[in-house]
């Protein structure tokens, strides 16, 4: 490190939604080098090149508490529901990944999974009584613990939904709400080949129909992607095979927690 004298950068990279990294150049210099990298140039992405000086250390702060974290708290319904949905997604690891290997990387499953763990651990610390933090909280785990665009993704729809909640809308709207910021930031819409397939009718039937048209909506939504021979969004989209006949893994999975959670309120 002594022996660098002249730096470029650091400069910006976005190469994905939830990788941080850097990437680190070194290079052996002499006066002809050093005299080019200090001309100057007409690119304005071009940083100048500047001496290296020794660094100032400044102790980190320590990190404050959440504000609006909430406290945990008790609902029998909230945490049948969120039991329900949870190992319904554990238990489909392997038809996930089955599914993903067709059409992706076949992690799918794996991923969907580490999610839903990483929830059902964090159960007992949940703010369950408060349905908006409730959401919240689903949101913070899966962008921490889920990893991948998959897990970010997410984490944005379950944080929209909540602030929605929050501000006093109906669950299904505040869903609805969810989804848009999901969409926005992640570009996919309906007929892309991604699990949007099945989650926005299944949430605009569930707004409009209760449960049990949400799960049927769900079901045809991903089914549909089944017809789909390329994909528009995700993984999916930088594979040459066709797909026709495969489902999305993610339209599948939201799918069957539908139908799990339909069942789960269906009359004995």
Request: net charge neutral.
């Given at each position: 490190?002594?022996?660098?004298?002249?730096?470029?950068?650091?400069?910006?990279?976005?190469?994905?939604?939830?990788?941080?990294?850097?990437?680190?150049?070194?290079?052996?210099?002499?006066?002809?080098?050093?005299?080019?990298?200090?001309?100057?140039?007409?690119?304005?992405?071009?940083?100048?090149?500047?001496?290296?000086?020794?660094?100032?250390?400044?102790?980190?702060?320590?990190?404050?508490?959440?504000?609006?974290?909430?406290?945990?708290?008790?609902?029998?319904?909230?945490?049948?529901?969120?039991?329900?949905?949870?190992?319904?997604?554990?238990?489909?690891?392997?038809?996930?990944?089955?599914?993903?290997?067709?059409?992706?990387?076949?992690?799918?499953?794996?991923?969907?999974?580490?999610?839903?763990?990483?929830?059902?651990?964090?159960?007992?610390?949940?703010?369950?009584?408060?349905?908006?933090?409730?959401?919240?909280?689903?949101?913070?785990?899966?962008?921490?613990?889920?990893?991948?665009?998959?897990?970010?993704?997410?984490?944005?729809?379950?944080?929209?939904?909540?602030?929605?909640?929050?501000?006093?809308?109906?669950?299904?709207?505040?869903?609805?709400?969810?989804?848009?910021?999901?969409?926005?930031?992640?570009?996919?819409?309906?007929?892309?080949?991604?699990?949007?397939?099945?989650?926005?009718?299944?949430?605009?039937?569930?707004?409009?129909?209760?449960l049990e048209a949400a799960a049927t909506a769900a079901r045809h939504g991903a089914e549909a992607t089944a017809?789909m021979q390329k994909a528009k969004a995700g993984r999916s989209a930088y594979i040459g095979r066709q797909l026709?006949?495969?489902?999305?893994?993610?339209?599948?999975?939201?799918?069957?927690?539908?139908?799990?959670?339909?069942?789960?309120?269906?009359?004995?």
């Amino acid at each position: 490190a002594k022996a660098v004298t002249l730096t470029v950068g650091p400069g910006h990279l976005m190469t994905a939604l939830n990788m941080n990294g850097f990437s680190l150049s070194l290079i052996r210099l002499d006066a002809e080098r050093e005299a080019a990298l200090l001309a100057p140039v007409g690119p304005h992405a071009w940083l100048p090149t500047k001496p290296v000086r020794q660094p100032v250390v400044v102790a980190a702060a320590k990190p404050a508490v959440h504000a609006t974290a909430k406290a945990a708290s008790r609902d029998a319904a909230a945490e049948r529901l969120i039991t329900v949905v949870c190992e319904k997604l554990i238990s489909l690891e392997e038809p996930l990944n089955g599914l993903d290997a067709k059409a992706g990387d076949g992690d799918t499953g794996s991923t969907v999974a580490t999610g839903a763990r990483s929830v059902l651990e964090r159960l007992d610390t949940l703010p369950l009584a408060d349905r908006a933090a409730t959401l919240a909280a689903i949101g913070d785990t899966l962008g921490t613990a889920m990893g991948g665009s998959s897990g970010v993704l997410l984490s944005i729809f379950f944080t929209a939904a909540a602030q929605t909640l929050g501000f006093g809308a109906t669950l299904p709207k505040a869903l609805l709400a969810g989804l848009d910021r999901m969409t926005f930031y992640g570009g996919a819409k309906v007929g892309d080949r991604t699990m949007v397939d099945a989650l926005e009718p299944a949430l605009k039937a569930l707004d409009t129909g209760g449960l049990e048209a949400a799960a049927t909506a769900a079901r045809h939504g991903a089914e549909a992607t089944a017809a789909m021979q390329k994909a528009k969004a995700g993984r999916s989209a930088y594979i040459g095979r066709q797909l026709d006949g495969v489902a999305d893994p993610g339209a599948f999975a939201v799918a069957e927690v539908f139908v799990a959670v339909a069942a789960m309120f269906a009359p004995a």
